[in-house]
């Protein structure tokens, strides 16, 4: 069974700093350098949005979506099937469920029904 398992969620203080864990298991075949993963949040009373998601077809590499611009940093550990999201500098427009998302078609993208495997979500709550 398809398994991603978010962490670091917490509490913390606008202009500070908190790092998301995404451990992926239980997909056959999958490795950060064919499936599409990503970084998504969903926000009280809004959509899901993407914050940054990276391709290995189409156009290959790490894309930064709006806001996450310079804040926020995507790693992955292909030792660990395990993905990260730093976050720095954040606001209290930052508070969501943060979810991961994997694709196994590697076309990364936005679009919250193109990915086929989701996490549970973290809170993330950035308070002023």
């Known amino acids: 069974e398809a398994q991603l398992v978010e962490s670091g969620g917490g509490l913390v203080q606008a202009g500070g700093s908190l790092k998301l864990s995404c451990t992926i298991s239980?997909?056959?075949?999958?490795?950060?350098?064919?499936?599409?993963v990503a970084w998504f949040r969903q926000a009280p009373g809004k959509e899901r949005e993407g914050v940054v998601y990276?391709?290995?077809?189409?156009?290959?590499?790490?894309h930064y979506v709006g806001s996450a611009k310079g804040r926020f940093t995507f790693s992955s550990d292909d030792t660990r099937n395990t993905m990260y999201l730093q976050m720095n500098d954040l606001r209290p427009e930052d508070t969501a469920v943060y979810y991961c998302?994997?694709?196994?078609?590697?076309?990364?993208?936005?679009?919250?029904?193109?990915?086929?495997?989701w996490g549970q979500g973290t809170q993330v709550t950035v308070s002023s």
């Open positions: 239980g997909i056959p075949g999958f490795n950060f350098d064919d499936y599409a």
């Open positions: 998302a994997a694709d196994s078609s590697g076309w990364g993208t936005t679009e919250t029904a193109l990915y086929n495997y």
């Open positions: 990276r391709s290995t077809s189409g156009q290959p590499g790490t």
